[in-house]
């Protein structure tokens, strides 16, 4: 892709119809951590009808079970989508073939106890004690509302000392709740990794959610469209992995830029975004909706 090539579109019909599945990010695209947006539940409504399938694709540091029950609460209907697939599903199965820190680590477990069922099913054991631990598993911060990766700066410190590896089960940096942004698990394992750490990612950008995400659509990508609010994860795992890719500007780029809602953000934004990344979408619209 070059300066300027992607496409502005205002209703995903636009393009709807030149991809036989769609992949969907789920924070800032289907809901905003507390209500599923109305346009993007007319979208794949509208998707569904047509008979081709909508795979959520999600850097929850959760199993994909837990997450249906979630969308559940707030909204999202099961006959919306065709299937989960999340970070937390990628780490519990690479924890139960024993990589990284073997069968029956001692696991050092960083984040709030929503994510405790991560781990259901597996040999790991949960200590306190970094001094004896095996590898870090950060799920996201013990409180989101108050802390920031620089409060576990201590713990991440004894564990640099002991090079142990650190499994990220959300490589996200922040997510929005509503109107407000708090960090998440990659924030942390990002400091770490700033440190000198070895970190081990599960999730998206990471190429092997893509290659998930294809086996489970048994769709070949090149027929696939992504749709993701974040430049870091979204838009450049799909670049990668040779998906097609729609940007919602207005997720999390949009709270940086202040946009209003449904508001289009100017080019030169997206521009300076995707030189970041060296991840160009194909298309870009202020919200989804059909």
């Known amino acids: 892709m070059t300066l300027t090539s992607f496409r502005f579109i205002d209703h995903l019909a636009e393009i709807a119809e030149r991809f036989d599945g769609f992949i969907f990010d789920l924070w800032g695209v289907v809901h905003d951590g507390k209500a599923p947006y109305p346009g993007a539940l007319t979208a794949m409504a509208a998707i569904k009808r047509s008979a081709r399938p909508i795979l ?29 697939l999340t970070s937390g599903d990628l780490v519990h199965a690479a924890l139960l073939r024993g990589e990284p820190g073997g069968r029956n680590a001692k696991c050092l477990r960083i984040g709030p106890e929503r994510d405790h069922g991560l781990i259901d099913g597996l040999d790991v054991r949960l200590i306190d004690d970094v001094q004896t631990a095996d590898l870090l598993l950060v799920t996201g911060l013990h409180d989101d509302e108050r802390e920031t990766a620089d409060d576990y700066r201590a713990l991440l410190d004894a564990a640099l000392r002991r090079r142990l590896p650190l499994v ?4 996200d940096l922040s997510v929005m709740r509503g109107t407000d942004e708090v960090p998440c698990a990659g924030a942390i394992a990002a400091l770490y990794e700033s440190m000198g750490g070895q970190v081990h990612w599960f999730g998206k950008p990471d190429a092997s959610a893509y290659r998930a995400s294809v086996d489970r659509l048994g769709l070949p990508a090149a027929r696939l469209l992504a749709v993701g609010d974040s430049f870091r994860t979204d838009i ?22 202040r946009l209003g809602r449904g508001e289009r953000p100017p080019p030169a934004l997206i521009e300076a975004e995707a030189t970041r990344w060296n991840a160009w979408p194909h298309y870009v619209t202020a919200l989804l909706t059909w």
């Open 56 to 84: 959520l694709l999600s850097n929850a540091p959760r199993r994909s079970d837990a997450v249906a029950v979630f969308l559940d609460k707030i909204g999202v209907p099961r006959d919306a989508y065709d299937g989960v």
């Open 236 to 257: 450049q795992g799909a670049s990668r992995f040779g998906i097609a890719s729609l940007f919602v500007a207005g997720g999390l780029h949009g709270s940086h830029w």
């Open 168 to 171: 990220c089960a959300n490589p």
